[in-house]
Each structure stands twice: as C-alpha cells, then as structure tokens.
C-alpha cells in the first residue's frame, strides 16, 4: 500500500475535470429556468392525455413518463436557489413565445384517434430537442464549478434517453400504413418548424448555435 | 386539449364494457365476494366460500380498472390546474406529488393485469363502472383530492389488504406478495391526501368542511350495504391500522365503520321488505 503521508496532486491523473465553463451562474440560472418550465409544461400534458388514449401499453408508459418528467422539473426547480434565485417562480419561463407557442401546440390533440399526434410531438421533437439541449450544457458547463448541475443532467439524460426508445417504439407500432407515416411526419415537420423560430427548448444558443436569423444578420 | 374532461371521453379500447354501479353488481358471477357463506365465516371474501375463485377474479378486475381510473384521475390533477396559491389553483408540489401517484397507478395497473392473468381472468371478463374517475372530477381540488385520495384510495387500502389477506389464505404467494406492494403504496397516496387536505384548508374551516363531507358522501357509497366494515363478516373489512399510518384519526375511522353499520342494517331491512312483498 502507499505511504498514506506521500503528498499526493489534487487532481489524481484520470481526473481531466477543468475550472473554465460555458455558461456564468445567471446564464446557468436562465436556462435552468427554461428547462424547468419545459419539463412542468410536459409532465402537465402526458398526466393529461392519460385519460384521452384508448392503448392500454400508452396509457401506462405516459402516466410512468409524467413522473419522470415531473421530477425532471422539481429538480430544477431546487437547482434555483443555488444559482442565487431566490424566487424560482421568477425565472420559470419559457425561453421565447416560440417556445411557448411550440408547447400550446404540442399539447393540442386532445380526442381519442389523435394518440399519433400525441406521441409525435413529444418522442420525435420534444425529447430529441431536450437530449441535444441537456447534452450541449453537459458538455460546455465547467466540469469543477457546475457539478450539481451536471449530475442532475446525467439522471436526466439518462431519463430521456430511455423515453425516448420507449416513446418512438410505440410510435412505430402504431404506424401501420403509409398514409400513417406521412401524418406522423407532417405533424413532426409542423411542430420542428416552430422551435427552429425558437432556437430550441431554450432559445438561441441551446445546443451552441446561433438562431439562422442571427446568422444572415 | 381542454381541461376538465368529461367521465363520458375516458378513452378506452374495444375490450372495455362500461356499466353504471348498480348494474355491476346484478352480474351474478362475483357472489362469492359479495353475499353467500363460506365455511369460515358469513359474507367474508375466503377460499373456501362457494364462487371464491370468480369473486376473487371479479375483485381483481374491479381493482384493475379502478387502477386505470386512478391513474387517469392523478393524470387530470396534474392538467386541469394552474400552479399557484390561488384558490383554484394548485401548489407546484401537489402536482409533482400527482404525477408520483401516476407512476404508482400506471405500476398497479401493470401488476393488476398480470395478476388477473395469473387468477385466470381477462380484460373486458366484467364489467367497468366510472365511480372512481366521477370523484376525480370534482372542479374544487381539495374535494377531489379528499374524495379520490382519502375515500377511494382509503378503500383501495381496505380491497388490498383483504385480497393480501386471501392470498395468505390460498396459499397464493404471488398474489399476497403483489397484493402487499400495492398496499405500500396506496397508503403513501391516501397520506398525500391527507396531508394536502391540512395544508390546503388551514386557513379555510368552510372548505376543509365541504371536503370532509364530500369524502363522506364518497365513502358511505362504498359501504353500501356493509360491503366494506369491520364486522367479522364484512366482505372487506376496514384496515385500521394501515388508515392510521395513512394519517385517519380514530374518530375518521370509527365514524366510517359505523356508515357501514348503518348502511348494513338499511340493506337488511330493504331485503326484508322485498321478502315480505314476494310472499304476499
């Protein structure tokens, strides 16, 4: 065994965590903010729909995603006060009308035949967009400063992830015709062209690039 | 998509047969958790009473839908409010609370279908009656949390301690182990209702009323006819010590026990009644 008295580095030779970060604490506080009302605008819509799908598999995986989802948003919202926030109500805000209009429609079908809508909307754009939005913060926040935020990132990648796969294999077993694929992917390119006008789930910038208007600007 | 769906737009599968309450219980198979004698004692759901098998199928597929619409109800709660402290409103955390409680039903809703498998019956073998969702639509979120999570959810503690209860009895592990998970969790559920119940009214005596008195109109529908009670022969016998770790006082539960009392001895003498109008 090693002298337990040899002075040993801070930093042992496998841990590359680094000081520099993307984001300051009032932009972390921001897009916190934004996820957070994202995550309550979802969780709010899957316990919805519950009642408004007849497949029997769908109604249980939604009422089992609500929960995730719901924790999700609590976890942010604890994240708040950390990041200076005292009132986290002030900051839980959708990025832009974009988004919130983006939300509005995802949160549209309501009637019984319309659970392909439903699921599109939120297995083919919703949760994609926040697995490349939660992926950009991991991955650009500094590694030492921001690791409360980085963990609940990682239990919640890992949450979105497994979603994901649950949600788009539902899709495809229901899609049972082409005429089915192509209203699966009308709806997809309806609501995809929305949140290009919002520049993701939380604003410009969300996974790094800026909006295509401030582009050609 | 609106808020405050009507009980008439649950969204079921071809499977499913709906039937209002009182034409459930003219289906004749599940007698055996309702009203013949088996050896061990009067109206008691056992093994070895005539009809246990379908009584206890039909129990299950009754706590099966009564799942769904739990599920279904918590997933309401999670939609039709605003958050905030507004009096039609509801706290961010009663939400998250809800959305807990979907998971919770969307799991016994799973254990329900497998253990219905496992007893030998069928999705759409009886009937689906709506009462459980009816209370979760009540547009007041103290009542509907009153109604669904303290008297629904109280008597969800009472089936699933009687259905543990038969697993013992017929040597069924599965369903005695199953049966006791759920029952975990139901208590949790009817504790949140409580607990919201107090938070909710603590300031509004009025509306910690009218709650309470919705939750007994809930309750004394679901003793009827002494169904659930603690006689040694009620069917489903009230589980007091699991309502106690669910936040009931005894007051709460004696008064429950004596609705059944009550509501027994009405039934008795409407039998009566009916017997002595046959004979003439």
């Keep these: 065994m090693a002298d337990p008295k040899k002075p040993r580095p801070a930093f042992a030779p496998w841990d590359r965590r680094e000081l520099p970060g993307a984001f300051d604490v009032e932009e972390t506080a921001r897009r916190v903010g934004n996820y957070k009302w994202v995550e309550m605008r979802l969780f709010e819509a899957l316990g919805g729909w519950v009642a408004t799908v007849p497949e029997l598999d769908v109604k249980m995986r939604l009422g089992t995603h609500c929960y995730k989802h719901a924790w999700h948003s609590e976890l942010w919202h604890k994240r708040l006060p950390e990041l200076r926030e005292m009132n986290p109500e002030r900051l839980t805000l959708p990025a832009n009308s974009a988004v919130e209009e983006f939300m509005e429609a995802i949160t549209e079908p309501e009637g019984e035949d319309r659970t392909l809508e439903k699921l599109v909307g939120v297995y083919r754009v919703l949760i994609p967009h926040k697995i490349a939005a939660y992926t950009y913060h991991l991955n650009n926040t500094s590694t030492i400063t921001d690791a409360p935020t980085i963990r609940s990132l990682k239990l919640i990648l890992n949450d979105e992830f497994e979603d994901w796969r649950d949600g788009e294999m539902m899709i495809q077993s229901l899609i049972e015709t082409e005429e089915e694929a192509r209203r699966a992917a009308d709806r997809q390119a309806q609501l995809e062209s929305i949140l290009v006008r919002a520049g993701g789930i939380a604003g410009p910038g969300s996974i790094g690039m800026p909006a295509p208007e401030e582009v050609t600007a | ?280």
């Design chain 2, 1 to 280: 998509m609106k808020r405050h769906l009507r009980v008439d737009d649950l969204a079921r599968d071809s499977r499913f047969v709906r039937l209002p309450l009182e034409a459930r219980f003219n289906d004749p198979r599940p007698q055996g958790s309702r009203s013949s004698s088996g050896r061990s004692g009067g109206r008691r759901l056992t093994p070895d009473r005539p009809g246990a098998p379908d009584g206890a199928r039909a129990l299950m597929h009754g706590i099966f839908v009564g799942e769904i619409q739990a599920l279904e109800g918590a997933g309401r709660t999670c939609y039709d409010f605003d958050t905030g402290a507004g009096a039609d409103d509801v706290p961010f955390q009663l939400k998250l609370d809800m959305a807990r409680q979907c998971w919770d039903e969307a799991r016994h809703c799973e254990i329900s279908v497998k253990l219905s498998e496992w007893m030998g019956t069928e999705i759409g073998e009886f009937a689906e009656s709506t009462f459980l969702f009816e209370a979760a639509c009540n547009p007041d979120p103290v009542l509907r949390l009153t109604g669904v999570n303290r008297a629904l959810e109280g008597l969800a503690i009472d089936v699933f301690n009687a259905m543990r209860d038969f697993g013992d009895l017929a040597g069924d592990p599965v369903l005695e182990f199953c049966e006791d998970w759920m029952l975990a969790d139901e208590v949790t559920h009817v504790r949140m209702g409580s607990d919201w119940l107090r938070r909710l009214t603590e300031a509004d005596p009025e509306r910690r009323q009218r709650a309470l008195e919705f939750q007994s109109i809930v309750d004394k529908l679901f003793s009827g006819g002494g169904f659930r009670g603690e006689e040694e022969d009620s069917p489903i016998r009230l589980a007091r010590r699991f309502r106690q770790l669910a936040g009931f006082t005894d007051a709460e539960i004696d008064s429950i026990s004596e609705g059944s009392r009550q509501a027994r001895r009405e039934a008795e003498a409407a039998r009566q009644r009916a017997a002595a109008k046959a004979a003439g």
